[in-house]
């Protein structure tokens, strides 16, 4: 493709100005065109922006009947499935933003109008980025840790909870765990390489959220603001998953991958209140193994770098729109994660384990 990328941006709120920004550091990229639902705040948004070329839209079926090579979804998780096939049925590529779906039946829809279409479909977990993911993943994957039998990852904000949508049942799917908790699941089930689940058991609360104390939006807060859940998978491999949008504590602990050889320990970089939330870079990395009968720990070399990891992902679609390269991180893999996360949903509401229902 040798002409520009005519790029498309659905929903104008806070986290489309990052993708604007991200697109604006590619000369090969042309932002051109913007929807919102909320009649005027396109218009408003490109003015805000300086995109003077840029045409406005008060529905993204407006959008969606220009000549355009690609989408960026931002819009509230609500919308994600009927803006997302909407856009696929068009002939449009995807990124999407995170979660994938409110539910798992719409994931799967998703997915199966992705394959029909023929369009790209990509969600946007820019951790994978991190070069150190790959040094991470291709650790495990060598063998080096053996049979990996155990693995344990998440994280959590002392205090961080959001409002809005966000902690609407109806508008958001779920709370900690689709929203914060995705990249997590991502990281551990990418290296691993997504096995396939089989069960999973779960306990969520939300004590903070529906607290005044805590949330200005308590009567309204639908959703959980804490959640663990123990996932089993087809080869024997366990994975625990804990996630906090508040907590009295300082951390969730760091991400592990048990093995019969060997561990390794992995810690989120970052500091703060939020620094031990799974959505940026790696801080550490340390082996655990035996050496010569004595048990060692080594330190993990880390591959520097100043990489802006959201604009990372923004570039990767971008170039595999131009390039015509197929999706950087595909829709099939984050349909593993909605389907653990609708099992960590039913499991708490039941009180017991329950089936992983995958297509």
């Known amino acids: 493709m040798s002409k520009k990328v005519k790029i498309g941006i659905i929903g104008s709120g806070g986290i489309a100005g990052a993708h604007v920004s991200a697109y604006r550091k590619l000369p090969f990229v042309e932002i051109a065109a913007v929807a919102d639902v909320i009649p005027g705040k396109a218009r408003e948004f490109v003015d805000k922006h300086g995109l003077e070329h840029t045409a406005a839209f008060d529905s993204h079926t407006d959008l ?12 509230p998780n609500v919308s994600h499935h009927r803006t997302t096939i909407d856009s696929l049925r068009a002939g449009k590529h995807v990124l999407l933003e995170k979660p994938m779906s409110v539910t798992l039946a719409e994931a799967v829809e998703m997915v199966q109008v992705q394959k029909a279409a023929g369009s790209m479909l990509t969600l946007g977990f820019q951790p994978r980025y991190d070069p150190n993911m790959k040094k991470l993943q291709d650790i495990v994957q060598s063998g080096r840790l053996g049979n990996v039998y155990y693995v344990e990852t998440g994280g959590g904000r ?37 096995p396939r689940p089989v069960s999973v058991s779960a306990f969520t609360s939300n004590h903070f959220g529906t607290n005044s104390l805590y949330h200005p939006e308590a009567d309204k807060f639908e959703v959980e603001d804490f959640g663990v859940a123990m996932v ?36 989120p970089a970052g500091s703060g209140p939020w620094s031990g939330v799974w959505d940026g870079a790696i801080g550490e990395m340390t082996l655990f193994h035996d050496d010569f009968g004595g048990h060692t720990s080594t330190a993990v070399p880390l591959i520097g770098h ?4 959201f604009d990372e ?22 349909l593993i994660q909605q389907a653990i996360i609708d099992g960590v949903l039913r499991s708490a509401e039941a009180r017991r384990e329950v089936s992983v229902e995958l297509p």
């Not at 969606?64 to 819009?75: R, Y």
């Not at 089993?232 to 625990?240: A, G, I, M, P």
């Not at 999706?327 to 984050?334: D, L, N, S, V």
Request: neutral net charge.
């Open 64 to 75: 969606l009947a220009q000549s355009l090579d690609g989408v960026s979804i931002c819009t």
């Open 158 to 194: 002392r205090r961080g909870m959001p409002r809005g949508t966000f902690v609407s049942k109806r508008l958001a799917g779920a709370g900690a765990m689709a929203d914060i908790g995705c990249y997590s699941l991502d990281m551990a089930l990418n290296t691993l390489g997504y």
């Open 232 to 267: 089993r998978f087809e080869n024997e491999l366990v994975l625990q998953f804990k996630i906090s949008w508040a907590m009295h504590m300082d951390t969730l602990g760091a991400t592990m991958f048990l093995g019969t050889d060997a561990g390794l320990k992995v810690t």
């Open 306 to 309: 100043s990489l802006n990891l």
């Open 313 to 334: 992902k923004v570039r990767d679609f971008a170039e595999a729109v131009r390039d015509g390269r197929s999706a950087p991180i595909p829709g099939e893999q984050i």
